[in-house]
């Protein structure tokens, strides 16, 4: 009998630690690290993961940017718009986010949707255009 609690309590404290494996985000196989959607602050031709945590990993590199605003000081007819490319995970196939227009992406056996909420600098009039200054602000949420 003490033997088969020994084992009881063995088993128990394995599934605790699998199961705080999440809320530490150590990588392993479960689906419920972060409920709700992430942010990631991201520079021109830099790579960052969303959802450091578990099997859904989203590793990001920003590719390059379109960038059509209207600049600060100058009176416009049309606002503009902005669009970069990501390249999800290590392929070669780009990603284009529109500027606040949600886009669904799969990676590894997941779904994601992002949406680019935030594209810096502004363009300002009279300021060279300098795509290395670029920083991008992505809201994530895993679907």
Known sequence: MG???TNLLLALGILLIIGAGCSGKKTGTCD??????ETVIIKY????????????QL???FDSVYDSRCPLGA???????????????????DEELLWQIP???SYLNH????????????????VPYDVNKYEATIVVNRN
């Open 103 to 105: 886009k669904k992406i």
């Open 75 to 93: 009176e416009c007819f049309w606002a503009g718009t902005a669009t970069i490319h990501i390249r999800p995970g290590t392929s070669g196939t």
């Open 59 to 61: 590793p990001i590199t």
């Open 111 to 126: 779904s994601y949707t992002l949406k680019l909420v935030q594209l810096n600098p502004v363009p300002s009039l009279g």
């Open 45 to 56: 031709q830099q790579k960052k993961t969303v959802f450091n945590c578990c099997a859904d």
């Open 3 to 5: 033997n088969m609690k």
């Open 32 to 37: 419920n690290c972060i409920p709700g959607p």
